[in-house]
């Protein structure tokens, strides 16, 4: 499966399931991001912050909003996804726009920063994020971070073999009316190290929220510096 021709049906599923997904954000039916997930990301933001944000797949827009609400300020969201971006709420020191990553890669003048942090929240599903990730540490201010939180490998392991891979998102979990089922790839922890390597990223912290009644690890969450 070529990341090219995944990458445009990545974009036409959430295109197609915006309205679902922002519906399924907004009532908290996603239970992982109730629980733990969410407040991890706004946590790590906020002990990066004051300073300018991107949030890279920002969707809807609800850590923009919830940073704002919290005082931050000089924060911009970009989605692949008009339609989700459509949906960003308006608040006071928040913008929002619609491009491609692909093009973020390709013109080192859009979201061109610098930025102190660059957060990356369960958006990097493509299987090759090496061209993203080294055009995002060159956007970087000298002291930002880029932050990322993604799928806890083991946790979505399942019963499948521990090896990085495409599979497939069909929402069933998280109620709604999701249209379109979305690939996405699975990356063990070894290959996001790898990755991240060779984007000249160095993992300065990593975390694992876990799930308040099972103990189970829900995410991973790094920390990531240029160097």
Known sequence: MSD???????R???DANASAWTEAVRAGR???????????????CERQLPGPLLDLGCGEGWLLAALADRGATGLHGVDTSAALVAAVPGRAGVTAEACTYETLVADATRCAGPW??????FALL?????????????RLAPDGVVLIQTVHPWAALGDGRYESGWREETWSAFGG???EP?????????????????AGLT?????????????RPLSLLLTCRAG
């Open 30 to 44: 996603i239970e992982s991001r109730r629980v733990a997930t969410d407040a991890a990301i706004v946590a790590a």
């Open 177 to 179: 009316a999701f249209s």
């Open 4 to 10: 090219t021709t995944t990458a445009g049906r990545i």
């Open 203 to 215: 993992v300065e912290t990593i975390e694992e929220p876990l799930h308040p009644a099972t103990g």
């Open 182 to 198: 979305m690939p996405w790839y699975y990356r063990t922890l070894a290959d996001w190290t790898r990755a991240l390597g060779d």
């Open 126 to 138: 493509a299987a090759d994020v090496v061209p993203l990730l080294t055009a995002l540490r060159a």
């Open 12 to 14: 036409a599923t959430w």
């Open 116 to 121: 102190r942090v660059i957060v990356a929240n």
